[in-house]
């Protein structure tokens, strides 16, 4: 069943040890280690009269447009070779209908009606699927609602980025807080994570522009610029400050479609990495270069060169690069402090 959830119930509370049913545990661990992108558990609980021990709903939090929708997983401790129920937010009272719209529309060759239809609960990738089918579904909607906004400067928007990939967009609104539409704009076409092959990343490293626009139901003549935020992956911050960029300014009358190549170009400047082709023979001299710090004669300011950090040429390609990313996550934090220090800049 998908529904709405309207109030949240906690009657029964969460037992320790925290335990779930074997079949309902395989789902949840499949999920968690193979979701593509970030997905977390919030809550547990138990909601049986016969089993208060056993954990059989969860509250899953789900990245979506650089925020985060919530849904309530409800299985049947009793009953764990069942399919378990969705109960979607308070916020979003039109998704299920439009899940219902769009299963008459489409047949239900791949809804998520079909998903729980079919159920096979000794198949530890159904809840990843399913969940996975519902966040497409979502996109869907919200872009669905964004598309039927009465602003003329919004539809432009959409108009001239429709074709970029990984667009995420997000219509909020409500009584207490002005209508308003999120884009989520992946940046920079590369694999950033081959980049540094060492680092242990369990997911695809990606540096995103959030664009804001207000919502205007009439026509204004030189409509102001949206907000702008650089936003990245949590592992990527580590090694890169996304916070340190100053991004390029929006020109009046801009669409996003003119800034969006400027921002680009300005970003491929600074995330960069050169390495030896002598590596791995040879242990590689690393030297940081700041792209937002500069002397006083306007020279980007750089560090001395690093070579005092562990290496040995009998480590596997793999153990060496993962020693230079931890030295330099470090390393990283003591540059940027240097570079901030008054004097460099006389």
Same mark, same amino acid.
């Given at each position: 069943? /998908?529904?709405?959830?309207?109030?949240?119930?906690?009657?029964?509370? *969460?037992?320790?040890?925290e335990? @779930?049913?074997?079949?309902i545990a395989?789902?949840? $661990?499949?999920?968690?280690?193979?979701? +593509?992108l970030?997905?977390?558990? %919030?809550?547990? =609980?138990?909601?049986?009269?016969?089993?208060p021990?056993?954990?059989d709903?969860? *509250?899953?939090? #789900?990245?979506y447009?650089?925020?985060v929708i919530? =849904?309530d997983?409800?299985?049947?401790? %009793?009953?764990?070779?069942?399919?378990?129920?969705?109960?979607?937010g308070?916020d979003?009272? $039109?998704?299920?209908q439009?899940l219902?719209?769009r299963? %008459?529309?489409?047949?239900d060759?791949?809804s998520p009606k079909?998903?729980l239809?079919?159920?096979?609960s000794?198949d530890? *990738?159904?809840l990843?699927?399913?969940?996975?089918?519902?966040?497409?579904?979502?996109?869907?909607?919200?872009k669905?609602?964004v598309?039927?906004?009465?602003?003329d400067?919004?539809?432009?928007?959409?108009?001239t980025?429709?074709?970029?990939?990984?667009?995420?967009?997000?219509m909020s609104?409500?009584?207490?807080?002005?209508?308003?539409?999120?884009?989520?704009?992946? /940046?920079?076409?590369m694999?950033?994570n081959?980049? &540094?092959?060492?680092c242990? =990343?369990?997911?695809?490293?990606?540096?995103y522009?959030q664009?804001i626009?207000p919502?205007?139901?009439?026509? &204004?003549?030189? +409509?102001s @610029?949206?907000?702008l935020?650089?936003?990245?992956t949590t592992?990527?911050?580590s090694?890169?400050?996304?916070?340190?960029?100053k991004?390029?300014?929006?020109?009046?009358g801009m669409?996003?479609?003119?800034?969006?190549?400027?921002?680009e170009?300005?970003l491929?400047?600074?995330v960069?990495v050169?390495?030896?082709?002598?590596?791995?023979k040879?242990?590689?001299?690393?030297?940081?270069q700041?792209?937002?710090?500069?002397?006083?004669?306007?020279a980007?300011i750089k560090?001395?060169?690093?070579?005092e950090?562990?290496?040995?040429p009998?480590w596997? #390609?793999?153990?060496m690069a993962e020693?230079?990313?931890d030295?330099?996550t470090?390393e990283?934090? $003591?540059?940027?402090?240097?570079? $901030?220090?008054p004097q460099?800049?006389?």
């Amino acid at each position: 069943m /998908l529904s709405q959830r309207h109030t949240q119930s906690r009657s029964a509370t *969460t037992m320790s040890p925290e335990t @779930a049913p074997p079949l309902i545990a395989a789902q949840l $661990n499949y999920l968690l280690s193979h979701f +593509p992108l970030v997905v977390k558990i %919030e809550n547990k =609980w138990s909601g049986s009269k016969y089993y208060p021990g056993i954990l059989d709903r969860f *509250t899953l939090v #789900i990245s979506y447009c650089l925020d985060v929708i919530k =849904w309530d997983i409800i299985f049947d401790a %009793e009953s764990p070779m069942a399919a378990p129920d969705v109960i979607f937010g308070p916020d979003d009272e $039109n998704f299920q209908q439009f899940l219902v719209l769009r299963g %008459e529309e489409e047949g239900d060759t791949k809804s998520p009606k079909k998903f729980l239809n079919d159920w096979n609960s000794r198949d530890p *990738t159904q809840l990843m699927l399913l969940i996975q089918e519902l966040r497409d579904q979502y996109m869907s909607f919200q872009k669905k609602r964004v598309a039927e906004v009465d602003d003329d400067r919004l539809k432009f928007e959409i108009s001239t980025i429709v074709a970029r990939e990984g667009i995420e967009m997000h219509m909020s609104s409500g009584v207490d807080k002005p209508e308003e539409v999120k884009f989520s704009v992946p /940046l920079l076409d590369m694999n950033i994570n081959k980049m &540094v092959p060492g680092c242990p =990343w369990k997911h695809k490293q990606k540096i995103y522009l959030q664009v804001i626009y207000p919502v205007e139901k009439k026509y &204004v003549s030189t +409509p102001s @610029a949206p907000r702008l935020k650089l936003v990245s992956t949590t592992e990527l911050k580590s090694i890169f400050s996304i916070d340190d960029v100053k991004l390029p300014t929006w020109l009046n009358g801009m669409c996003m479609a003119e800034y969006l190549p400027h921002l680009e170009e300005s970003l491929e400047n600074q995330v960069h990495v050169l390495i030896s082709t002598q590596f791995p023979k040879q242990q590689p001299e690393l030297m940081l270069q700041s792209s937002q710090h500069f002397n006083s004669q306007g020279a980007p300011i750089k560090s001395l060169f690093l070579t005092e950090y562990p290496w040995s040429p009998r480590w596997e #390609i793999p153990l060496m690069a993962e020693r230079i990313c931890d030295y330099l996550t470090d390393e990283a934090l $003591n540059f940027k402090r240097y570079c $901030n220090e008054p004097q460099l800049q006389h």
